[in-house]
């Protein structure tokens, strides 16, 4: 089951950044499945944290994507549907990028992507915790996969690594990598790079809901960075 974080409390879970940890200090993606609520101001996706000072962000404002520095926002999303929603951005000042496509259980999706207008602020120090569902508003979404990654993917490659496939994102080798129906509403996330971005706490309230349809949660045996033997299944 993917998990919903209710607007009506503010709904989060913290991860540690575990080998993630340079997502803050260079260059990175962020990439989600996500089925939209209510849309509320600044609602947090996945949100990069050094010592509670939030450093990277992919959130939802009022139907657009945005990411770090608030620059005006990407794309349109409609309420009650799910999309695949990210950002990258090369180390450095640099322009964001942005990439969004509705989900469709055939697996044709069609994608938008897009640069920020401005550069936002470069590079930080090295993160120590990710928060799933965190803003200054609260999240009204159910989240089923995402990933991070300490590089900025192409176009393409998110393209390839997001499709109904969570072996596909896998195969994109991602710095931290969680599918939520592992999580059972209540069992703790765990990253199945095996790099140790684990879940360290969550808010009460969040509970499991259905899944995309058509999606499989099924990885390969192999994790991206080797030495683990994964067989989990949706």
């Given at each position: 089951m993917s998990l919903h974080f209710d607007n009506t409390v503010l709904n989060t879970i913290s991860c540690g950044a575990g080998t993630a940890t340079a997502v803050g200090s260079g260059a990175y993606t962020m990439v989600a499945l996500v089925l939209t609520g209510t849309f509320n101001t600044n609602s947090g996706i996945v949100v990069g944290y050094l010592s509670g000072s939030a450093e990277r962000s992919l959130l939802i404002d009022t139907g657009q994507l945005f990411g770090e520095g608030f620059d005006p926002g990407f794309g349109t999303l409609t309420t009650a549907n799910w999309y695949w929603a990210g950002i990258s951005k090369t180390a450095g000042s640099q322009q964001q990028r942005f990439h969004l496509a509705p989900y469709v259980s055939s697996g044709s999706f069609t994608?938008?992507?897009?640069?920020?207008?401005?550069?936002?602020?470069?590079?930080?120090?090295?993160?120590?915790?990710?928060?799933?569902?965190?803003?200054?508003?609260?999240?009204?979404?159910?989240?089923?996969?995402?990933?991070?990654?300490?590089?900025?993917?192409?176009?393409?490659?998110?393209?390839?690594?997001?499709?109904?496939?969570?072996?596909?994102?896998?195969?994109?080798?991602?710095?931290?990598?969680?599918?939520?129906?592992?999580?059972?509403?209540?069992?703790?996330?765990?990253?199945?790079?095996?790099?140790?971005?684990?879940?360290?706490?969550?808010?009460?309230?969040?509970?499991?809901?259905?899944?995309?349809?058509?999606?499989?949660?099924?990885?390969?045996?192999?994790?991206?960075?080797?030495?683990?033997?994964?067989?989990?299944?949706?």
């Open positions: 994608w938008s992507h897009g640069t920020s207008s401005a550069n936002v602020h470069g590079d930080h120090s090295p993160l120590d915790e990710f928060r799933i569902g965190d803003g200054n508003s609260r999240a009204n979404l159910d989240m089923a996969a995402m990933a991070v990654f300490t590089s900025a993917l192409s176009d393409l490659q998110i393209e390839t690594a997001c499709s109904r496939l969570a072996s596909d994102l896998q195969a994109a080798s991602p710095s931290a990598f969680w599918t939520m129906p592992l999580a059972n509403g209540t069992n703790p996330l765990v990253d199945l790079t095996g790099g140790g971005a684990n879940e360290n706490s969550r808010t009460a309230g969040i509970t499991a809901s259905a899944d995309p349809p058509s999606y499989s949660f099924s990885l390969s045996q192999a994790s991206p960075k080797g030495g683990q033997f994964l067989a989990f299944f949706s």
